[in-house]
Nanobody, 126 residues
Framework: QVHLVESGGGLVQAGGSLRLSCTRSGEISIYHDMAWFRQAPGKEREFVAGIKGIGRDTAYSDSAKGRFAISKDSTENIVYLQMNNLKPEDTAVYYC???????????????????WGQGTQVTVSQ
């Protein structure tokens, strides 16, 4: 079992920045991949960014690439999502997720992930 807690969401103006944090506990493994997803009201949950448990491989959605950066702190078992140049279209609940299946690449599908946090709200005003 893996427990995930997100934090760092809030209200920000377009062009601003936020850094989200996800702290995990429980059956922690360096093999676990971690990712951020987001879901806006009335829309499907979508992949934003992910990072491999081993190595430095990362993956980003087209909307996130160039603006967002995912990183991890293995010592404290925290994954971050630095979000820059935020746009109103980024408004959503952001979820942290963990994949324990040992994929050789960063998974991007909802069904690939095994554990989820409760989410943190990000609202970007015009």
């Amino acid at each position: 079992q893996v427990h995930l807690v997100e934090s760092g969401g809030g209200l920000v103006q377009a062009g601003g920045s936020l850094r989200l944090s996800c702290t995990r506990s429980g059956e922690i493994s360096i093999y676990h991949d971690m990712a951020w997803f987001r879901q806006a009201p009335g829309k499907e949950r979508e992949f934003v960014a992910g990072i491999k448990g081993i190595g430095r491989d990362t993956a980003y959605s087209d909307s996130a690439k160039g603006r967002f950066a995912i990183s991890k702190d293995s010592t404290e078992n925290i994954v971050y999502l630095q979000m820059n140049n935020l746009k109103p279209e980024d408004t959503a609940v952001y979820y942290c997720a963990v994949e324990v299946g040992g994929y050789p690449y960063v998974p991007t599908a909802l069904s690939d992930y095994d554990y989820w946090g409760q989410g943190t709200q990000v609202t970007v005003s015009q």
